[in-house]
Nanobody
Framework: QVHLVESGGGLVQPGGSLRLSCTAP????????IGWFRQAPGKEREGIAF?????????YYTDSVQGRFTISRSDAKNTVYLQMNSLKPEDTAVYYC????????????????????WGQGTQVTVSS
C-alpha cells in the first residue's frame, strides 16, 4: 500500500517553532515533487509549500507562510521536512504531505487535485 506518514505536530505557543516530517515507509520519495498542505476546521485544504524532486532545487510557498516556513528534503533519509518558525494561532490546522508527478507544470503546485498520494495528517495547534 502506497502511503505517506507525517509526524512532528503538536501544541506550541505563538512565536514558537515545529519541524514536521514526511516519510514513505514503502517507496522512495526521490522521484517525486512533494507538497505540504494544511486544512483548518471548516476551511478548504490549502497548499502552503512545495519542493521539486531530486533533479531540481525549486521551492514555493504561499504568501501567508513565506519567510516563516522552510521546506527541505533528505533523499538519504527518504524524508521531506517543513520547518515552521514564528508560528501564529492562524497556523492551527491538520498538516498533510503529498506526492506529485514531477512532469506536471509547477505553476499549479498549490492545487490538491494535482497530487497523488497523501498521508493521514498531523495536528498543529498554536495557542497560549
Amino acid at each position: 500500500q502506497v502511503h505517506l506518514v507525517e509526524s512532528g505536530g503538536g501544541l506550541v505557543q505563538p512565536g514558537g517553532s515545529l519541524r514536521l516530517s514526511c516519510t514513505a515507509p514503502t517507496f522512495s520519495l526521490d522521484y517525486y515533487a512533494i507538497g505540504w498542505f494544511r486544512q483548518a476546521p471548516g476551511k478548504e485544504r490549502e497548499g502552503i509549500a512545495f519542493i521539486s524532486n531530486s533533479d531540481g532545487t525549486t521551492s514555493y510557498y504561499t504568501d501567508s507562510v513565506q519567510g516563516r516556513f522552510t521546506i527541505s528534503r533528505s533523499d538519504a533519509k527518504n524524508t521531506v521536512y517543513l520547518q515552521m518558525n514564528s508560528l501564529k494561532p492562524e497556523d492551527t490546522a491538520v498538516y498533510y504531505c503529498a506526492t506529485r508527478n514531477p512532469i506536471l507544470f509547477e505553476t499549479t503546485w498549490y492545487m490538491p487535485t494535482t497530487y497523488d498520494h497523501w498521508g493521514q495528517g498531523t495536528q498543529v495547534t498554536v495557542s497560549s
